[in-house]
């Protein structure tokens, strides 16, 4: 059965959606927090407190989410835009380094690969040995996705944390394949972000950065805005600027109001449900749709373990376009780019549905 209520989202009648990797399904209670937004954002001059109030308070929700420090939680509008916020900040010198995987989400390298000074090294994160090969002391970075977006692989981020530690290097994380579907602690790492268009179940304009206090007390952006700044009342311009003390600091302008509107719906329906019953359940259809593949000898990228793999199941395939295409017109949603099927799992989906993906699998190869 599934978890979630199917009905509580708009999936089309007769619609096996196994894309959350790409874009989940908006939740029906979205439109009401639309509106609700509509009707604060409509009050004239009481309109700003009421909509900054919802940004700060969703910020405590995520912070629980988490589990860290509601200080160390801040808005930005994509995880491009918080890495890149990161990367400004830190004062590199020729000849620094970070490590990553060579098939890391562009969102998390190319503000590292377009930074004067700074050069990439390649390993296999799933291989504390060559991550730690890698390393040497003039490594500033660690930066790793938890779940890959292009074969599922779950990495070992405690693993990788200690040899960070060890290398004198940062841990950055990209929980985006992660959160939503399982429960993150993200004071593993020292900055970490994630959208919230997939698994929880918000929509684009809005993404979580987190600042871990404790270990990078220091930490300031090279730029800030009116929001990211401690401004009380008309600003005095020829007095030094103090920043927020809190991870507001990464906020430069106004948040994406209409979107913490629209998260805060989605933890409400997230929240229903146990800590970790989520990821029980979709894992429970990852291990399921990966017997079938091998049952069939259809060969898939990710890891059979259920410990190193996500939401996601991987088939690499020059076809993959026309594939995903032919599946869709079986009503049967997946994703398809970067030369490999996707299917993403979510708490609206159930095991019956992996007979239809497999036959319409089938049927499109």
Known sequence: MPLFDPGAFRIPPGTVHVCAGGETPVLRSHAAAFDRYGADKSMGPASRPRVDEEAERLCARLAAFWSVAPAEIGLVSSVAEGMSILVESLDWRVGDNVVVAADEYPSVVAPLALRR??????????????????????????????????????????????????????????????????????????????????????????????????RQPGWAPATAGWYSIAMAGRPDWSQPVALRADAGRFTRGNPSHAGAYVMHAALDFLE??????????????????????????????????????????????????????????????????????????????????????????????
Not at 328 to 337: D, M, S, T
Not at 340 to 354: K, M, P, T, V
Request: aromatic share 8%; net charge neutral.
């Open 117 to 214: 000074g700074v050069t990439l090294r390649f390993a296999d994160m799933m291989d504390a040995e060559s991550v730690a090969a890698a390393c040497d002391g003039r490594t500033r970075m660690i930066a790793v996705s938890a779940v890959s977006m292009v074969d599922g692989r779950r990495h070992d981020l405690a693993a990788l944390r200690r040899t960070a530690d060890g290398a004198g290097a940062m841990l950055v994380v990209d929980f985006t394949q992660a959160s939503g579907w399982m429960p993150i602690e993200a004071s593993v790492a020292d900055f970490a972000f994630s959208a919230c268009y997939k698994w929880m179940l918000g929509i684009t304009g809005i993404a979580v950065a987190y600042w871990n206090r404790a």
């Open 272 to 365: 229903a449900f146990p800590r970790g019953a989520v990821a029980a359940h979709v894992q429970g259809l990852t291990t399921g749709l990966l017997a079938r593949l091998d049952a069939a000898g259809i060969a898939s990228t990710t890891p059979r373990d259920p410990a190193r793999h996500g939401a996601n199941i991987c088939i690499a395939h020059e076809r993959a376009a026309p594939i995903v295409a032919a599946m869709a017109e079986q009503a049967v949603l997946a994703w398809n780019g970067r030369g490999r099927i996707r299917f993403s799992f979510h708490g609206y989906n159930d095991a019956a549905e992996l007979d239809r993906i497999m036959d319409a699998l089938h049927h499109a190869l």
